[in-house]
């Protein structure tokens, strides 16, 4: 029989991890004196003590090692259980990658421009929602808050409330000063309309926007006419990452419409990865 302290040293498990499991009927002492108290493990229980190690190491949590070590589960359940335990694993591994892909990203755009970046890049999905659209050619982008404008007069006259953000869609590629091919759409939930038309005959229909699993976003305040740099810092950042981007891109606004000047919003650009030639 071995005291409590020989066999913490031959296991290399503490004292008071020993008396921890113990405590929660993962490992008990063969033995314990009823007059001194004291706690004798015998060499027969280092099996079991290697179990307990082994299984720790995979990261397995004390609740699942005490049924394993308890012999309480089938083979299936048990292959289900670490295989379980090895997605979980991946996933952090996958996780902690793109922690260091940020890093990485980081430290280049400070040795470039020697200073801290003005705008974060966030990776998020997004899901499906029902919205109010509208889908126009606009002569250039200062028709674009006249046509919000316009909307947002013509829901207020109705009494319809938007459940959620307003956005624009720019369906087409790359920068235009002209015939931009956009899309006004409100978010309404499950609001019971089924189109709205304007003064002038225009009709704003409902659609289901599609969901992304990967978009890359940043959040710009002021004035529309000083958006650039975030547009120039997603476009840096997909650059870098190897991704392409996904059409339509969307600018979400975040404050009121009458509030232009102090207008929050946040660009959303749907991305994949890049293939290689």
Same mark, same amino acid.
């Given at each position: ?8 040293? =031959?296991?290399?498990?503490? =004292?008071?991890?020993?008396?921890? *499991? ?7 002492? %063969? /033995?314990? +004196? ?32 005490? &049924?394993?070590?308890?012999? +309480?589960?089938? %083979? ?15 996933? !952090?591994?996958? +996780? ?10 980081? =430290? ?18 997004? !899901? ?52 931009? &091919? ?7 939930? %499950?609001? +019971?309309?089924?189109?709205? !038309?304007?003064?002038d005959e225009r ?8 969901? *992304?699993? !990967? ?10 006419d000083s958006w ?12 870098? /990452? ?28 749907? =991305? ?6």
């Open positions: 029989m071995l005291k409590i302290g020989e066999f913490s040293r =031959i296991t290399q498990v503490s =004292i008071k991890t020993l008396r921890f *499991y113990n405590q929660i009927g993962l490992l008990e002492p %063969d /033995h314990i +004196d009823k007059f001194t108290g004291h706690r004798y493990y015998s060499l027969e229980q280092l099996p079991r003590v290697n179990l307990i190690l082994a299984l720790k190491a995979m990261g397995l949590a004390l609740e699942q090692i005490q &049924d394993v070590v308890a012999g +309480d589960l089938t %083979d299936q359940q048990l292959e289900m259980m670490l295989a379980i335990k090895k997605a979980e694993l991946q996933q !952090t591994l996958l +996780d902690v990658n793109k922690q260091i892909m940020r890093l990485d990203t980081r =430290i280049q755009f400070i040795r470039q421009e020697g200073q801290m970046p003005n705008y974060e890049v966030i990776v998020k999905s997004l !899901t499906s929602q029902r919205v109010l659209s509208l889908r126009q050619i606009l002569a250039d982008g200062a028709q674009i808050e006249g046509l919000l404008h316009e909307i947002y007069v013509m829901l207020k006259t109705k009494g319809i409330e938007s459940a959620g953000e307003w956005m624009t869609l720019y369906h087409h590629d790359g920068f235009r000063s002209e015939d931009l &091919d956009v899309e006004i759409a409100i978010s309404i939930g %499950d609001l +019971d309309i089924a189109s709205v !038309t304007l003064d009709t704003m229909s409902v659609r289901v926007l599609e969901g *992304y699993d !990967t978009v890359a976003t940043t959040i710009e305040q002021g004035q529309k650039q740099g975030s547009y120039s810092a997603l476009g840096k950042w997909m650059e870098n /990452h190897q991704y392409e981007l996904v059409l339509p891109t969307r600018e979400v606004y975040l404050t009121d419409e009458n509030d232009r000047d102090g207008w929050m919003v946040e660009i959303q650009y749907p =991305i994949t990865k890049r293939i290689s030639a």
